[in-house]
């Protein structure tokens, strides 16, 4: 009598409910159900202001607020619909064409379906994400229909169905529903709805259903600006594409199925990890996988299948007789496939015949000699897990360009060369060759498929002239992901709203003085580069009675201006740090802050947040504490005046001794350290030197070294190791670190051999200490720059260092590898770096200044943050190295030098050559020597290469050659960049 | 992969489609083992649970659990003792959860002291009431849910009690670190939202504003909890109005049945 029927049956309900059925594999490769329900309702609004019937039923939050409806009740009009149209995209049409959606000139009022947007999510979240800043602007009116609740608009699965069938089949259903819907609205014109898509079957099917669909580029035509829109439509298998004119031709080999992906990595047969280019051959990449101590290598493009650098890719590992020696040759991609055909693909096979001819001699010399102690597991790309395509900046090929083209308007084919050297030449289709010809242009990649050699992708848009100032400036902007927009109305709201005459308040009872110490009477002064308006930190020091000496480091108070969690504070998270380029600097938090609220500027009263040391005259640590302050600086320095006064003995006022004890102080800290197995590590590092009306680059000097640059270095990293130690006390789960991995010691293997070999020195690298010691061993008495050369050297074999959250790492991996370091945090630059403002507010909440904020203390939050300011800190390093590069470039215009140079790199064609005087390094090739190319004989166990025939040099690994240094506007990359000549050998 | 918690703020409405007020479908049933003194069947959306009530017994005769949360108790009044056993399967994970689990124990003790908040145990001195229940599938508001199937089934072994111990979870739209002012409360969370959001647990005594049991396990503004407390409890006023039904149709169906005579006990509830 009491059998448990199945619920749902009996239930009077149930018609409205129903559950959907998702399967998952999880990480560690097992498949998982998940079942879920789905409750169907009817009170879902179509949000169209025509409709008065959906405005009845309008949902309400807690607090009674209800949604205002978002499609407007007279949109646009196109010359086929002109009562005006509704937009219901595909996943596909959102999938390809972005871009056509963030345009200004069309595409208002927009239906996102929600199946739309968990596929895109699923697909990929960069898109979610635009997708969803689109439905939060109020002008595009981008409308998020949540379909699949909608009882009307719900669609089961059909047996035999498949999912992505299933899923164009809602779309059709809400498409049809819209349209049913509105025209019970009775208005007078009814506007149409629109179904976009570029899959070629929806669209017929959408047809026999008697729904209005049209692709993307019929849509667009369709526009008053079309022409200049469908540019930005990419190919598509749908689509007409050039394939349907070459049947047959497959070039790649195909992916495997990701469930054979997962079976193989389960079972250790095939490995995952992500995939990046050598920089000097475009046919060589590598991967780094778990089971393997060494990297992996990918050679040619057979086994690259159509792999791009930093995608994250399966591989499967070659039979050992496959396995290679990494290249010591230079394979550019330009001078190869110079003289492709973007369009017909000419040649049988995959791998042209001048490829194939490099990939020999590469293969000849791997034979003549005994490599199999040297021999390097090879690998072959199986399958690409996620791809980690983006836009690309880049330029049209002048080359690749046809004489019909550059007159005509009809659509053509080109190639674009990405300014990253390490991606492949992207082939374009495109209306307005004529006009995008010698400009830097945006482009993104669609596919690659297995009949297409290059990627194909589209055109974004045009960021104006190769070569002017501001399109290169924002061209190295978008290539490194600056976010360099100007901040928008929300954060400046949260600026305080007295401006720039906010003051440090007159009255102690106020509340921006609780439990603040009042320490304007210290002779506190600020020592930074020439022109610095950002001065995060400024230092004091005065003698105690005990004959000790206190000192105060005190930093700008950033985090009593920025409070957690408001729109500034999300957008400088976002940001993560500032970034400084030659001649501009992407600010992380407004001017208003960052150059003169919150900068420690002098004679002027301002908050901070001091740690304060009694030191004995030795550097001991006896005491420190923490507190919020006030100070007033006496006086900002440059480091070049500090250095003045310390010099000058004259020089007795109190400031200037206060100076000289804690320089005195530093050198006993750096001493410390560098007896703890600190690297002393160099990179070359130059100014340039811009006139000062036109800011066009006249000069180039390297920086040079003052002691007043380590005094304050030596005092900041005091600071951060002290509240480093601090905030993990207070919070050993989530206190924000940094910490530097130590090298694995292969990756020294390669420099230790060189030193070996060539100069009969040894590298120990087991420790920080053991090396730095050897390091310091390696001069070569006759050239004093050899050891920095060597440095340099050894400062690319290490892991880059990176924030963390304490409590993702055991205690012994906080290590700071390069200073030697425990423990160790950023705290001393939150102006510009979003790590120190995160320190400030831990250290504020440790010393119960305030109570800890959720947004410091949530894991997964700070996690999600570190994972952020990793990639940026490392970004705002590439730019601000890029934007130097490009402007010694622009200051060697016109301009013929010779100069001193260090061969750093050497390969069986050509060397690559750093130039002190200038910090750059640059590839001479064989064929650069002479016409004809001179034959070479390369001995890659004595790193010489010696060449004979029309030219006779010989240049070793380390020499010091003389070169004559000119620039040179780079055609196929449309840089202008340095070249160097070789002069002769020393 | 269906969108996360997120999404609440585009149209209002959570990641099964409800608004944030709603319960999920609650289905239950009692007597659904006869031979046991007291059993019941419920669920609350795709969280299924089972329980059988055995008791009150005298010591002697002690069956069931040994190891469950004891409430009550003392001599001079019967002693609740409560067993959990969750199925492997009921989870995606199909972990195994052993006897000893100090999740389960917790559970255990804290459904024993919200039950012995209403039983009239002092009528049954020096015995116990064990009531075990089982976990068919979970899909958030375990807790709930299992307070919810021990009332029905203490109802059903005929066992004296203040009113029904009704129960529900509360949470709130936004996560904890991202410290949303605006956030609404919900109701009655799933699998899913349990863990992307900050949620609740409370019981309440009836229809009153009585709260018997309140869990908090998640990290949560103190400033959202009083919303969040106040869902729960009007949802805790819905379940036992569905609970109620269940019982009233129960005893509706054995008197025309005939299972029961209609006799004084009945004759105070609503037959029509
Ligand atoms: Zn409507």
Aim: include cysteine; proline fraction near 4%.
């Amino acid at each position: 009598m009491a059998s448990l029927k199945r619920s749902v049956e009996s239930d009077p309900l149930a018609a409205s409910i129903s559950s959907k059925v998702y399967v998952r594999s999880t990480k560690s490769g097992k498949v998982q159900k998940i079942v879920r329900e789905v409750y169907l309702r009817q009170d879902i609004p179509c949000s169209s202001k025509l409709c008065h019937a959906c405005a009845a039923t309008t949902p309400r939050d807690a607090s009674g607020r209800a949604i205002p409806p978002v499609l407007s009740e007279a949109p646009a009009g196109t010359k086929l619909l002109p009562h005006g149209h509704y937009l219901v995209p595909d996943t596909n049409a959102f999938l390809s064409a972005m871009d056509l959606f963030e345009q200004e000139s069309a595409f208002y009022d927009v239906v996102v379906l929600q199946i739309v947007l968990e596929e895109l999510k699923n697909r990929s979240l960069p898109l979610y994400n635009r997708l969803i800043g689109l439905t939060k602007s109020e002008d595009k009116r981008f409308y998020v229909f949540f379909n699949e609740f909608r009882l009307e608009t719900h669609v089961p699965r059909l047996d035999g169905e498949t999912v992505n069938d299933r899923n164009d089949r809602a779309v059709r259903k809400a498409v049809a529903w819209y349209g049913k819907h509105l025209k019970q609205t009775k208005a007078k014109k009814v506007p149409a709805v629109v179904m976009l898509s570029n899959d070629r079957d929806n669209l017929r099917k959408a047809k026999d259903e008697g729904i209005l669909a049209y692709s993307l580029a019929d849509y667009v035509k369709q526009l008053k600006d079309g022409e200049r829109l469908l540019d930005m439509i990419p190919e598509t298998e749908d689509g007409e594409s050039v394939k349907d004119r070459r049947p047959g031709q497959l070039f790649y080999d195909e992916y495997y199925s990701m469930s054979k992906m997962m079976t193989g990595i389960k079972s250790g047969l095939l490995h995952q990890g992500t995939f990046n280019v050598s920089p000097y051959n475009y046919l060589e990449g590598s991967i780094r996988v778990p089971a393997f101590p060494k990297a992996l290598l990918i050679l040619g493009r057979e086994n690259i299948n159509r792999s791009v650098d930093g995608d994250l890719v399966v591989v499967q590992v070659l039979p050992k007789d496959q396995w290679k020696e990494p290249s010591t040759q230079v394979i550019e991609e330009d001078a190869i496939t110079k003289n492709e055909n973007p369009d017909t693909e000419e040649g049988s096979g995959l791998v042209s015949e001048k490829e194939r001819k490099a990939l020999q001699e590469e293969v000849k010399r791997t034979h003549s000699k005994t490599t199999e102690g040297h021999a390097q597991p090879t690998a072959k790309v199986v399958g690409v897990i996620k791809r980690n395509w983006r836009q690309y900046v880049g330029h049209i090929d002048q080359s690749s360009v046809s004489q019909s083209s550059q007159q005509g308007r009809k659509q053509d084919s080109v190639f674009v060369v990405p300014m990253d050297k390490k991606i492949p030449k992207i082939r374009l289709r495109t209306r307005q060759v004529a006009e995008l010809v010698g400009k830097r242009i945006l482009v993104t990649i669609d596919a690659w498929d297995r009949g297409s050699r290059h990627p194909t992708g589209h055109f974004v848009r045009s960021l104006g002239e190769l070569e002017t100032k501001a399109a290169e400036t924002e061209a190295l902007l978008l290539e490194y992901d600056v976010q360099y927009r100007p901040f928008p109305k929300t954060v400046l709201d949260c600026l305080p709203k007295e401006g720039h005459d906010w003051k440090v308040p007159t009255s102690i009872e106020d509340p921006g003085w609780r439990d603040r110490e009042d320490l304007r009477g210290l002779g506190i002064c600020s020592i930074d580069p020439i022109g610095c308006q950002d001065i995060d930190d400024a230092l004091h020091a005065r003698p105690l009675e005990n004959g000790n000496i206190e000192v105060g480091v005190h930093i700008a108070d950033v985090s009593h201006f920025v409070r957690p969690n408001n729109a500034m504070d999300t957008e400088a998270s976002i940001r993560g740090t500032t970034v400084y380029l030659v001649d501009k600097r992407i600010d992380m938090l407004p001017m208003l802050l960052g150059t003169d609220l919150c900068s420690l500027k002098p004679y002027v009263e301002r908050f901070a947040f001091s740690v304060l040391w009694e030191l004995t005259p030795e550097a001991d640590v006896i005491n420190m504490r923490f507190t919020k302050s006030v100070i007033k600086s006496r006086e900002a320095f440059s480091y070049e005046q500090a250095q003045l006064r310390v010099d000058d003995a004259s020089q007795q006022d109190d400031l200037t001794k206060s100076i000289r004890t804690l320089m005195s102080l530093s050198r006993h800290l750096k001493q410390k350290r560098m007896d703890a197995g600190a690297l002393s590590l160099s990179s070359p590092e130059v100014k340039v030197q811009m006139e000062s009306e036109t800011s066009d680059p006249i000069d180039v000097k390297t920086k040079q070294h003052l002691d007043t640059m380590s005094l304050v270095e030596e005092f900041m990293l005091l600071a951060n190791v002290s509240v480093a130690r601090k905030i993990y006390d207070a919070f050993p789960q989530t206190a924000l670190l940094r910490r530097h991995g130590e090298p694995p010691a292969t990756n020294f293997d390669e420099l230790a051999n060189q030193l070996r070999v060539k100069k009969n020195l040894t590298l120990h690298v087991d420790s920080s200490r053991a090396l730095a010691d050897s390091l310091d061993t390696c001069v070569d008495p006759s050239e004093p720059f050899f050891n920095t050369l060597i440095r340099i050297m050894a400062t690319r074999c290490m892991m880059a260092a990176e924030y963390f959250c304490a409590g993702t790492q055991a205690y012994p991996e906080f290590r700071h590898y390069g200073l030697a370091s425990e423990i160790y945090t950023h705290f001393t630059s939150p102006i510009r770096r979003y790590a120190d403002l995160v320190a400030h507010r831990q250290l504020a909440a440790a010393i119960d200044y305030e109570p800890v904020h959720p947004a410091v203390r949530s894991r997964g939050r700070l996690e999600a943050v570190c994972k952020n300011i990793n990639v940026r800190h490392r970004n705002a390093q590439l730019a601000g190295r890029a934007s130097i590069a490009y402007y010694v470039g622009q200051a060697l215009r016109g301009r013929e030098t010779e100069e001193d140079g260090f061969v750093m790199k050497i390969f069986s064609n050509g060397f690559v050559v750093l130039v002190p005087r200038f910090g750059i390094e640059s590839l001479i090739r064989l064929r650069d020597l002479a016409e004809p190319e001179p034959e070479a004989t390369f001995d890659a166990e004595t790193y010489t290469l010696e060449t004979k025939g029309s030219r006779e040099v010989k240049v070793e690994l380390f020499q010091k050659v003389r070169v004559k240094v000119t620039d040179q506007k780079d055609e196929t990359t449309g840089k202008r960049g340095v070249r160097m000549e070789f002069v002769k050998a020393y | 992969m269906p969108l996360d918690t997120s999404a609440y703020s585009l149209a209002l409405l959570r990641v099964d489609g409800r608004r944030w007020n709603e319960l999920r479908r609650v289905h239950a049933q009692i007597r659904t083992q006869a031979a046991a003194d007291g059993s019941s069947y419920l669920e609350m959306g795709h969280t299924k649970v089972m329980c059988v009530v055995t008791g009150p017994s005298e010591p002697g005769a002690r069956r069931g659990g040994t190891t469950g949360g004891a409430g009550g108790g003392g001599n001079n009044a019967a002693e609740v003792s409560v067993t959990v056993v969750v199925a492997g399967f009921s989870s995606v994970d199909r972990k195994r959860r052993g006897r000893g689990d100090k999740r389960n124990l917790e559970l255990q003790s804290t459904i024993s002291n919200a039950l012995a908040a209403s039983l009239h145990t002092h009528l049954y001195p020096h015995s116990t009431i064990s009531i075990s229940l089982h976990v068919l599938s979970q899909d958030g508001s375990l807790l709930a849910a299992l307070i919810n199937a021990a009332t029905l089934a203490c109802v059903d072994a005929g066992i004296p009690m203040t009113d029904y111990v009704v129960a529900c979870t509360a949470g709130s739209t936004s996560t904890y670190a991202a410290n949303d002012e605006d956030a609404d409360p919900l109701l009655d969370l799933n699998h899913q939202e349990e863990q992307e959001l900050p949620s609740l647990t409370v019981a309440t005594l009836g229809a009153t504003d009585r709260v018997a049991v309140l869990v908090c396990e998640s990290r949560v503004q103190a400033s959202r909890l009083e919303g969040m407390l106040a869902v729960g409890v009007d949802g805790c006023k819905q379940v036992r109005e569905i609970l109620d039904r269940v019982v009233r149709d129960k005893g509706r169906k054995m008197v025309s049945e005939g299972t029961v005579e209609r006799g004084i006990g009945l004759e105070s509830m609503d037959l029509d």
